[in-house]
């Protein structure tokens, strides 16, 4: 069983910058695509970014592109989400999660295609 911990969360002003990082547990990270999901109070759970699990291929959600960048790092089982020039409408608990299969192809992007899931980290971006 992975399990996930988030962790880099916290209160930022508008067009500041916080690092979330997910160690995970187990022998599966290394050829796992990852991703990083957000759940806003009154939202749905909304997709941010996913990596392949080599770190070549990665995919953002629209509202992030240009300010967020995912990486991993497989000698650490971690992976990060940098997040640059945030926005109040970025405020959401934040989880990362591991995809259901190895060695996809493709980057998942949908939650039912992940298998494990953290816990969240609360991520409060003041105006």
């Known amino acids: 069983q992975v399990q996930l911990v988030e962790s880099g969360g916290g209160l930022v002003q508008a067009g500041g910058s916080l690092r979330l990082s997910c160690a995970a547990s187990?022998?599966?990270?290394?050829?796992?695509?990852m991703g990083w999901f957000r759940h806003a109070p009154g939202k749905e759970r909304e997709f941010v970014a996913a990596?392949?699990?080599?770190?070549?291929?990665?995919y953002y959600t629209d509202s992030v592109k240009g300010r967020f960048t995912i990486s991993r790092d497989n000698a650490k089982n971690t992976v990060y989400l940098q997040m640059n020039s945030l926005k109040p409408e970025d405020t959401a608990v934040y989880y990362c999660?591991?995809?259901?299969?190895?060695?996809?192809?493709?980057?998942?992007?949908?939650?039912?295609?992940?298998?494990?899931w953290g816990q969240g980290t609360q991520v409060i971006v003041s105006s």
């Open positions: 187990g022998r599966t990270f290394s050829s796992s695509a």
């Open positions: 999660a591991l995809d259901s299969f190895s060695y996809r192809y493709t980057v998942p992007t949908s939650p039912p295609l992940f298998g494990s």
């Open positions: 990596i392949n699990w080599s770190g070549t291929i990665t």
